[in-house]
């Protein structure tokens, strides 16, 4: 019922937009001074009826092929450049990148962060912000060897639950948010969680649930309509009730750090934002405030959760998709590592086809295809185009991770994408799991290290067994939108022999 009370209030407003954009005539139907060319847009609704919401990044990339790399396309009425392809996303995030630093709308965080925190914030806020919470997680180990040793540890928890299993399939959503959601934890709220603690456990069904959702067909729909969709029934409605629970969950923890701070002993990053907030407290235009504290560790800890563990659950199921690439990482552990030993990062560099899938893995999921939307912070000269200040940008990141032009056969998976003639590892400047540019993710490195040492650990003690022939396994994402959620699956891992 709700699915067809949305459509058919969409089917309406399609209707209504496509008599309106009959009587515009050809002059009210061009395109925005400036902006680059793109589809003629029905008003309204824009180009919704060229674009699968169950797909957006595709409909974009098809829609680059007529348009060229650079266009605009209408989400309703808010006109947006597209980026396609790894030069146009290099010349602008990267070569441009002061330019095309802005945060574009994104209306279903909107709501919830009011325009604070560090991931939705602009300007001088934004700046500061970031500047504070990087100095401060390197603080708190952020790259540095104390917080590999947290990794470590977590990762030998990881294994005990995983051997609980006594080889019975499982599915390891749940284990492997509590491993990675517990990292950030010890470095924003200065403790870890019990994997039992039931509100440990609430909190990361409120965040699993909200990723899917922000990835669904509703997510992408709120985010082009959200005054319609506020109105209507149906699954987005629950992303706000979550978003409360996890801003009550902070809040309280806030409190409580409140309660016992000792200015001289900062514990985590909390601790330190409650002590900047105290020097600045009669400052009248600080951005140190409770709130903004409250949407700053939501952002740190939504970040640092999601992403890694989504990242973890699709190298699981691309591992037993191509047992090959498997045996080849378990010889690699084994030559490298051992069976004695926990990995470390210093073994990076030491297992160059290890580093190879890890890299072929994320640029073949492309996590954020289309990334997190950016805007120009001023009028902006852009190949031939003049965008204004304030133009919404789509950073098509899909398309960079399958450019032909950067990647060999980029459809099929392959870590020879990563490897040079002598099977030495390679970088590639068009891998950008983590979006470049001013706005690259605040917790790239954390989550580069947690990949590696998870996976590695893993490896080292199992075997991953699927229920279904390698052939079958359909890594096809569940749903795509914020990003691309793995589909639902269950697995056995049986330990290796010694």
């Keep these: 019922m709700e699915v067809l009370l949305s459509w058919a209030a969409l089917v309406l407003l399609g209707g209504l937009s496509g008599a309106l954009w009959l009587l515009a005539g050809p002059r009210r139907r061009g395109r925005q001074r400036g902006l680059p060319p793109g589809p003629s847009p029905l008003p309204l609704v824009g180009n919704l009826l060229q ?3 169950g797909a957006m990044h595709r409909s974009l990339e098809q829609l680059s ?3 060229g790399p650079v266009y605009t396309i209408h989400l309703g009425s808010l006109p947006c450049v597209v980026l396609c392809g790894y030069q146009a996303v290099k010349e602008a995030l990267v070569d441009q990148a002061d330019d095309f630093s802005g945060r574009g709308a994104f209306p279903v965080f909107d709501r919830f962060t009011r325009g604070n925190g560090i991931a939705f914030s602009n300007g001088e806020k934004w700046k500061i912000l970031r500047r504070f919470a990087l100095q401060t997680l390197k603080n708190f180990g952020m790259g540095r060897s104390s917080i590999e040793e947290q990794i470590q540890e977590e990762a030998q928890c990881l294994v005990r639950e995983f051997q609980k299993t006594g080889g019975a399939p499982f599915n390891p959503i749940n284990l492997v948010c509590r491993a990675v959601s517990n990292i950030i934890c010890a470095v924003v709220f200065g403790n870890r969680f019990d994997y039992e603690d039931a509100d440990f456990l609430s909190l990361l069904d409120h965040l699993n649930e909200n990723f899917k959702i922000m990835s669904s067909f509703w997510g992408v729909l709120y985010n082009i309509f959200p005054r319609l969709m506020d109105l209507l029934p149906g699954p987005h409605q629950q992303i706000f009730c979550n978003f409360e629970k996890l801003r009550q969950f902070i809040t309280e923890r806030v409190r409580r750090h409140q309660e016992a701070l000792d200015p001289s002993a ?3 990053f909390i601790d330190c934002f409650l002590i900047r907030m105290e020097k600045e407290k009669e ?29 973890l659950r ?7 998709k191509y047992p090959q690439v498997a045996a080849q990482v378990h010889q690699e552990i084994d030559r490298v590592i051992g069976r004695e030993r926990a990995p470390c990062l210093a073994d990076r560099t ?23 939307p950016r805007a120009v912070t001023q009028d902006t000269p852009f190949r031939d185009f003049l965008l204004p200040k304030g133009t919404h940008v789509i950073p098509l990141l899909s398309s960079v991770h399958f450019d032909p032009s950067q990647f060999k056969d980029p459809n099929s998976f392959n870590p020879a994408n990563f490897l040079d003639e002598n099977n030495a590892f390679r970088s590639s400047d068009a891998f950008m799991p ?3 540019g001013k706005r690259i993710c605040l917790g790239a490195g954390l989550a580069r290290m947690e990949i590696f040492l998870f996976l590695a650990t893993l490896l080292q003690h199992f075997t991953f067994r699927p ?6 396994i359909d890594l096809t994402p569940q749903c795509t939108g914020l990003g691309n959620v793995p589909p639902p699956f269950e697995f056995q891992v049986l330990s290796r022999s010694p």
């Design 467 to 472: 229920l279904v022939p390698p052939a079958e």
């Design 314 to 320: 699709y190298s699981f199921l691309i591992l037993m």
């Design 283 to 311: 400052a009248p235009l600080s951005y140190f405030h409770t709130e903004t504290l409250v949407m700053t560790t939501h952002n740190l800890f939504f970040g640092g959760t999601e992403t890694t563990s989504t990242t």
């Design 266 to 268: 900062p514990r985590d």
């Design 51 to 53: 674009l699968d919401p």
């Design 65 to 67: 092929k007529r348009y």
């Design 434 to 436: 983590f979006a470049p």
């Design 350 to 372: 030491l297992m160059p086809y290890t580093e190879a899938v890890l890299c072929e893995i994320q640029r073949f999921i492309s996590m954020l295809p289309m990334g997190l």
